[in-house]
C-alpha cells in the first residue's frame, strides 16, 4: 500500500484540529500542532505534504509561520493553506504577500475543505516530479564537467549549475536573479560581452563558436573561462535567453 501524503493542522483550538482531522483521516495521514512553533518543529520532523494553519495564534500567528516556511528553499512549495474566522480583504491580502496559497473561513466546510487540499496535493506531486527531473537533469550537467548558466534576454541569471557555484564560491541560489555581466564580468570586457549578447538574442547576429573572457570569483579573483554559447527558443521561435556553458581555462594552462 503506497505511504498517504500528510496533512499537518495548526490551531490553538484542539476542538478544530480534531474537527479537521475527521474530515480528512480516511483519506490521509494527520499530524496536529496546537502553536505556530510546535507547526514549524512538525514540519522539520514530520515532513508534511500540506499545511491547515490557523491564522490566529497566541504565540506565533499564521501569517509569521507561513513567511517562515515560504522564505525557506526547504520548504518553499509546502502548500500552505490559510484558516481563518476572519473575512476582510486586508487579511486575505496580507496571506498573499506572505505566500500562502489557498484560504478557507472558519466554520470549515467538509466538502470545501476535502476538495482544497485534494486539488493542491495534486499540484504538489506534478510540482515534485517537475523538480526531482530538474534536478536528474542538473546531476548530467554537473557530471559533464563545465561551468552551466542560463540567462535570460535582460542579461539575468536563471540557473546554475553546481560547478559553476563551486568554481565561482557562491552557495546555490546566491546567483539567481542577478545580471550576468555586471555580477561577474570585468568592467573592460563588459561593455563587448553585453553588446554580442544582445545583438544575438535580437537576430542581428550570429554567436561565435566560442569566445573566452575572464569571470570574477565572489572573494575577487579573475578566471579566464571558454564559453560556448546557444541562444534558446520558446516553442514559437521566440528567442527568450542562452545557455552558456564554460569551461575554466586557468585549469588548462
Do not use: M, P
Given at each position: 500500500m503506497p505511504d498517504r501524503d500528510k496533512v499537518l493542522i495548526v490551531d490553538d483550538e484542539q476542538a478544530i484540529v480534531e474537527l479537521m482531522g475527521l474530515y480528512?483521516?480516511?483519506d490521509y495521514e494527520v499530524i496536529p500542532?496546537?502553536?505556530g512553533q510546535e507547526a514549524l518543529d512538525k514540519v522539520k520532523s514530520e515532513k508534511p505534504d500540506i499545511i491547515l494553519l490557523d491564522v490566529m495564534m497566541p504565540d506565533m500567528n499564521g501569517y509569521e509561520v507561513c513567511r517562515v516556511l515560504k522564505t525557506s528553499v526547504e520548504t518553499q512549495f509546502l502548500p500552505v493553506v490559510m484558516v481563518t474566522a476572519l473575512s476582510g480583504k486586508d487579511d486575505r491580502i496580507k496571506g498573499i504577500e506572505v505566500g500562502a496559497d489557498e484560504?478557507?473561513?472558519k466554520p470549515v466546510n467538509r466538502l470545501e475543505l476535502v476538495t482544497r487540499v485534494r486539488s493542491l496535493l495534486r499540484i504538489k506531486h506534478l510540482q515534485d516530479k517537475i523538480l526531482a527531473e530538474?534536478?536528474?537533469?542538473m546531476n548530467y550537467i554537473d557530471v559533464a564537467g563545465f561551468i552551466i548558466f542560463v540567462i535570460d534576454s535582460d542579461m539575468k541569471i536563471h540557473l546554475?549549475?553546481?560547478k559553476g557555484n563551486d568554481v565561482l564560491g557562491y552557495g546555490e541560489f546566491e546567483l539567481i536573479?542577478?545580471?550576468?555581466?555586471e555580477s561577474l564580468v570585468p568592467e573592460e570586457e563588459a561593455d563587448d560581452l553585453r553588446s554580442q549578447l544582445t545583438k544575438a538574442l535580437e537576430e542581428e547576429s550570429e554567436l561565435p563558436e566560442y569566445m573566452e573572457h575572464k569571470v570574477i570569483t565572489k572573494d575577487g579573483r579573475e578566471i579566464p573561462i571558454r564559453w560556448y554559447d546557444v541562444v534558446l527558443e520558446?516553442?514559437?521561435?521566440?528567442?527568450?535567453g542562452v545557455l552558456r556553458s564554460g569551461e575554466d581555462l586557468s585549469k588548462l594552462r
Open positions: 480528512l483521516k480516511s500542532a496546537y502553536s484560504f478557507l473561513g530538474r534536478n536528474e537533469a546554475v549549475n553546481t536573479g542577478h545580471d550576468f555581466i520558446d516553442d514559437d521561435g521566440n528567442t527568450t
